[in-house]
């Protein structure tokens, strides 16, 4: 994540939504260099891009109410680690929501991130 970020720098200055399996969480920042999930949050939020799920809940990396991913789909074992990060000015008035995992485990071990963006 943290190269792609780098090499479209320029175009993130424009509107920008990032999304996808980031594979990454605060509690693996083990290393304090730029390209942990904390240095690439640090990164996109100077180019006021911010995580969509943490706006709209209005909580801090690592508070996560919800998982996105859950190891060899065992509900005990499950991680947020999908993310949508979007320029200020997109997410001002939208709405998240993160599919059940009754609905989607059979299908992937990843659950989908539904954004409506006004």
């Given at each position: 994540?943290?190269?792609?970020?780098?090499?479209?720098?320029?175009?993130?200055?424009?509107?920008?939504?990032l999304i996808g399996d980031f594979n990454s969480h605060v509690?693996?920042?083990?290393?304090?260099?730029?390209?942990?999930?904390?240095?690439?949050?640090?990164?996109?939020?100077?180019?006021?891009?911010?995580?969509c799920y943490h706006h709209f809940y209005q909580?801090?990396?690592?508070?996560?109410?919800?998982?996105?991913?859950?190891?060899?789909?065992?509900?005990?074992?499950?991680?947020?680690?999908?993310?949508?990060?979007?320029?200020?000015?997109?997410?001002?008035?939208?709405?998240?929501?993160?599919?059940?995992?009754?609905?989607?485990?059979?299908?992937?071990?990843?659950?989908?991130?539904?954004?409506?963006?006004?």
């Amino acid at each position: 994540m943290w190269n792609a970020i780098l090499y479209y720098k320029q175009e993130l200055k424009t509107k920008s939504i990032l999304i996808g399996d980031f594979n990454s969480h605060v509690r693996w920042d083990t290393q304090r260099h730029p390209g942990n999930h904390s240095g690439v949050v640090a990164f996109l939020k100077v180019l006021n891009i911010h995580s969509c799920y943490h706006h709209f809940y209005q909580i801090e990396q690592g508070q996560e109410l919800d998982s996105t991913w859950y190891m060899y789909k065992h509900a005990d074992k499950s991680y947020h680690l999908d993310y949508c990060f979007a320029s200020a000015c997109l997410i001002k008035d939208m709405t998240i929501e993160i599919g059940r995992f009754d609905d989607w485990i059979a299908l992937s071990d990843h659950l989908p991130l539904i954004i409506n963006f006004s």
